[in-house]
């Protein structure tokens, strides 16, 4: 499997085009090269893909015919090639995001079209999904025209195990749920600046603290969390673009470094990564702005050894390779041309 010098990752895509689904690739470490890219899985629109601890299984968001759900993938040992477990899906639109817990029983998916989360019992032994067992959906709108209704694009648990965050982009609020007996239950809303658009969400290592990005105000948004409650208080927002900055952006993923010093975000427009350091207290300050090296930078993900940044660009269909300095946060170029079409997510097996 994935080693120090050899790692394994995943690009999840839109299989139009060329794509067929899942792909996978190596990143060597030592050479500082992404190599070996190749399809690992096939499945029909697999944009968000969340990977076992143990490396044992891949679950995918997918499409089948007119049945929007998930997907679950075995992971062969050293090489990284999936095989297919099994699938759970409805009519409509497929999730935009999932996110399987610690222990592999629950996976927890975020459905922009349906405005919904919803929460799958999966056998930890065999990786089987099973349908839903919970279902909520948001209602309401916002003052942006792409606000017309609830639009899920999270969910997953917070660090301390103790609850399920929902980041809901169509009604510019944040949700924290219980999950008791398989269902979820309601604890906390945060309402943050209407039109902003929140989309993803990531929690400080250490410290009771979250950042948000925003697609539509192109901000990151500073979070208190309260783990006896499940609160949610804002105290911070910085924007991820330069002031000169007037056309159109949309802000896509959010990263944080394991030491808490650094959170990296997505520009979709500008098509950057904006770079913050985190201080004592979690405040940020921004530190830079990188360029993609292509259009639509979906996502991004910190390699294993946090010496690398590996980018997505939708549109352009092209992996970018960055050294990351663990002392400064800085990035710097070294690959641009990988072509992975319609690439969206990226994500890596554990070392």
Known sequence: MSSADKVIGYVGTYTKGDSEGIYRFVLDTKAGKIEKVELAGKVENPTYVSITGDNKFLYSVSKNGDLGGVTSFSIEEGTG???????????????????????????????????????????????????????????????DPRQEKAHTHFSGLTPDGKYVVAVELGIDKIFTYELKEDQLSLVYELSVKPGSGPRHIVFHPTKPLAYVMTEFSGEVLVLQ??????????????STLPSSFTENNQGSAIHISSDGRFVYAGNRGHNSIASFVADENGSLSFLEHTSTEGDWPRDFALDPTESYIVASNQESG??????????????????SDITVPYAVCVKFLSI
């Open 81 to 143: 090639k999936l095989q297919k477990i099994n699938d759970q899906g409805s009519a409509g639109s497929p999730p935009c995001h999932l996110e399987i817990n610690p222990d592999n029983t629950a996976l927890f998916t975020a459905n922009y079209h349906k405005g919904t989360v919803e929460v799958h019992k999966v056998n930890a032994e065999t990786g089987e999904i099973q349908p839903a067992s919970s279902s909520v959906a948001h209602t309401g709108s916002g003052p």
């Open 225 to 238: 969390y309260d783990s006896t409650n499940g609160s949610l208080k804002q105290i911070q927002a910085i």
């Open 318 to 335: 092209n992996l970018v390779l960055f050294a990351r300095d663990k002392e400064t946060g800085k990035l710097s170029l070294l690959q």
